[in-house]
T-cell receptor
Framework: SQQGEEDPQALSIQEGENATMNCSYKTSINNLQWYRQNSGRGLVHLILIRSNEREKHSGRLRVTLDTSKKSSSLLITASRAADTASYFCATDAKSKGSTLGRLYFGRGTQLTVWP | DAGVIQSPRHEVTEMGQEVTLRCKPISGHDYLFWYRQTMMRGLELLIYFNNNVPIDDSGMPEDRFSAKMPNASFSTLKIQPSEPRDSAVYFC?????????????FGPGTRLTVL
């Protein structure tokens, strides 16, 4: 499977702490994305990092990508209770003409931030 | 922009009944995706379209499932006959063909319960 796999499956922290989630994948990619899903809602795109990038920031989010290890991490700094959600990584399929346009999602990390 | 619109938001039906889920993608987006999400299997891609043409339907569970996209602003996912194991949240997503092509925009989902 080309799906990304997030680790850990669940993470519970206190407000103000940093949250780190990891993603591993199996095949070559053009880019990797992170999505967030609040309970009962659809997924929302957070950030995209391309295969030639190593690190990217967006507000309190920091994403790293190591293509040699086929892994990525999402760091949320100074977490808030409102960050409680499931976080998914998604990869595209490089050089897969028949599947161009689709993404491969992992199972997600459930983050709980306690006030 | 109103985002991806799905209807109904909730559907409860009895086994054997036909179910039709509807999706209106974001205007101008060329890709449309149908996903199913369950606790057991996570987020599964069922089928996706590019310019109204089905590109990959390998995720469609069986012949009871069918999807159509008669025009650029409307798609349906039909289950006939429905079974209890079809109970899940079904998401529609769309993405543009240029620019942020790789980013998918999800609808709020349809929660289907088959009794």
């Amino acid at each position: 499977s080309q799906q990304g796999e997030e680790d850990p499956q669940a993470l519970s922290i206190q407000e103000g702490e940093n949250a780190t989630m990891n993603c591993s994948y199996k095949t070559s990619i053009n880019n990797l994305q992170w999505y967030r899903q609040n309970s009962g809602r659809g997924l929302v795109h957070l950030i995209l990092i391309r295969s030639n990038e190593r690190e990217k920031h967006s507000g309190r989010l920091r994403v790293t990508l190591d293509t040699s290890k086929k892994s990525s991490s999402l760091l949320i700094t100074a977490s808030r209770a409102a960050d409680t959600a499931s976080y998914f990584c998604a990869t595209d399929a490089k050089s897969k003409g028949s599947t161009l346009g689709r993404l491969y999602f992992g199972r997600g990390t459930q983050l709980t931030v306690w006030p | 922009d109103a985002g991806v619109i799905q209807s109904p938001r909730h559907e409860v039906t009895e086994m054997g009944q036909e179910v039709t889920l509807r999706c209106k993608p974001i205007s101008g987006h060329d890709y449309l995706f149908w996903y199913r999400q369950t606790m057991m299997r996570g987020l599964e891609l069922l089928i996706y379209f590019n310019n109204n043409v089905p590109i990959d339907d390998s995720g469609m569970p069986e012949d009871r499932f069918s999807a159509k996209m008669p025009n650029a602003s409307f798609s349906t996912l039909k289950i006939q006959p429905s079974e209890p194991r079809d109970s899940a949240v079904y998401f529609c997503a769309s993405s543009p063909s240029t620019g942020s092509r790789d980013t998918q925009y999800f609808g709020p989902g349809t929660r289907l319960t088959v009794l």
